[in-house]
């Protein structure tokens, strides 16, 4: 290990393989190292046994939920849009010979106490049950605008500037209502709170428009895809990937301390007495807590379950987005379910996931809303975890920490 690198990537959670992925294509000699002894970090896919292990400890697995190996329960679920950047990533680093993937079956908006399929376009927008016939002429106008607007071509801009027009105004020009308002930010656009009404407009036109284009790529019936046997896939391509262009991967590796000069500049990191030099670190918050802050907590529950979730149109895989206001709450909270059709669980299984930015220290009551419109589980597991962000200058220190995520989608 006592060699110079370009670059040491620790921790092989999804965002750190990808990078490591990259950097060795583009020619950098990386080491990549991880305390644990699997890929994935806090992003990892776990087998039944795995799962059982973390959250009951040595409680064994109950015999009916099928074999410990057919199950793959991310840690950090995500569905990944369908023509958005990580996709973009994955066919020009042609990662895509490691992986398979599947649409994602259905996108659901939970409003006024029901789930509605998302319309993403003028003529879904027509059929919806969430709109009365007027709002939906107006809704339709504004998803036409959406779709024509093009940010080189003002005359596709009605005279608007949508750098410095706020969403709200541009909303405000259609004359959609607050329910409208509520599943095209959240459900559409994909924010998670409402701040994004007062800010410039073109963002939320731009997300509107990658919806509507994940939609159209697949024709499916969401936006979304999954790989194949979980999102613990995904780190692990890259890891070949980055070994395919030299990158060396050390796990097991205890402690991995990090070193710096008198300057505060990174030289390297020191595992079981030996110290790899390096030129910069890239590495997830926990290998370098005294450069990271809290930002937030996020709550969790993990169900397994024999049946899709309900009024989903008996969708395998399926995301329902329940947006802020709809539960008075101050951001959404998203149910995520998958099943045995994207193999992460035995036959007649699903694994649903209900989470949300926690505003309290109590999963079991913060999630309610979510976990009742699951309906009967067999088993259910709560947890929270801290979001960080890194607080240090990496001009300064070369060090490239990377965010702990909510979701990603």
Not at 66 to 95: E, Q, W
Not at 146 to 159: A, I, L, R
Not at 190 to 205: G, K, M, N, S, W
């Amino acid at each position: 290990m006592d060699e110079e690198y370009d670059v040491i990537v620790l921790g092989t959670g999804l965002k750190e393989c990808i990078l490591s992925g990259l950097l060795s294509v583009d020619g950098l000699k990386v080491l990549h190292m991880d305390r644990n002894d699997y890929y994935g970090g806090e992003s990892t896919s776990l087998n039944l046994i795995q799962l059982w292990k973390r959250f009951r400890g040595s409680d064994k697995p109950p015999a009916q939920l099928g074999s410990s190996r057919d199950y793959n329960v991310d840690m950090i679920p995500k569905f990944i849009m369908a023509n958005g950047a990580l996709v973009r990533v994955l066919i020009h680093t042609d990662v895509t010979k490691y992986l398979y993937f599947k649409a994602v079956d259905g996108s659901f908006v939970y409003n006024k106490g029901k789930i509605h399929k998302v319309p993403a376009t003028d003529m879904e927008a027509l059929k919806s049950p969430l709109m009365g016939i007027f709002e939906k002429r107006r809704a339709r106008k504004f998803f036409i605008y959406v779709q024509d607007y093009n940010e080189g071509e003002p005359k596709t801009h009605e005279g608007m500037d949508l750098t410095r027009v706020t969403t709200r105004e541009l909303i405000a020009k259609y004359g959609l209502d607050d329910n409208t308002v509520d599943f095209i930010g959240h459900a559409l656009a994909l924010h998670r709170d409402d701040c994004y009404l007062d800010e410039p407009a073109l963002d939320t036109v731009k997300r509107m428009k990658l919806y509507a284009e994940s939609v159209a790529r697949f024709a499916g019936g969401s936006p979304y895809i999954y790989p194949l046997y979980g999102l613990g896939e995904l780190p692990q391509a890259f890891a070949r990937l980055s070994a395919v262009y030299g990158g060396t991967y050390m796990l097991n590796k205890p402690e991995c301390k990090v070193e710096f000069d008198e300057e505060g500049k990174v030289i390297g990191v020191t595992s079981e007495g030996e110290t790899a030099k390096c030129k910069k670190v890239v590495c997830d918050p926990s290998y370098l807590p005294n450069k990271v802050r809290k930002v937030g907590k996020v709550a969790r529950a993990i169900a397994i379950m024999s049946h899709p979730i309900p009024n989903t149109n008996d969708s395998h895989s399926a995301q329902v987005i329940l947006p802020q206001k709809q539960l008075g709450r101050k951001s959404d909270m998203y149910l995520f379910c998958c099943s045995y059709s994207h193999n992460v669980a035995p036959k007649g299984k699903f694994i649903a996931f209900v989470s949300t930015e926690a505003e309290t220290d109590h999963p079991e009551t913060e999630l309610k809303p979510g976990i009742d419109l699951l309906g009967p589980v067999d088993e259910i597991f709560f947890e929270t975890y801290d979001r960080y962000e890194p607080v240090n200058e990496p001009s300064l220190d070369n060090c490239f920490i990377s965010t702990v995520s909510f979701s990603w989608i």
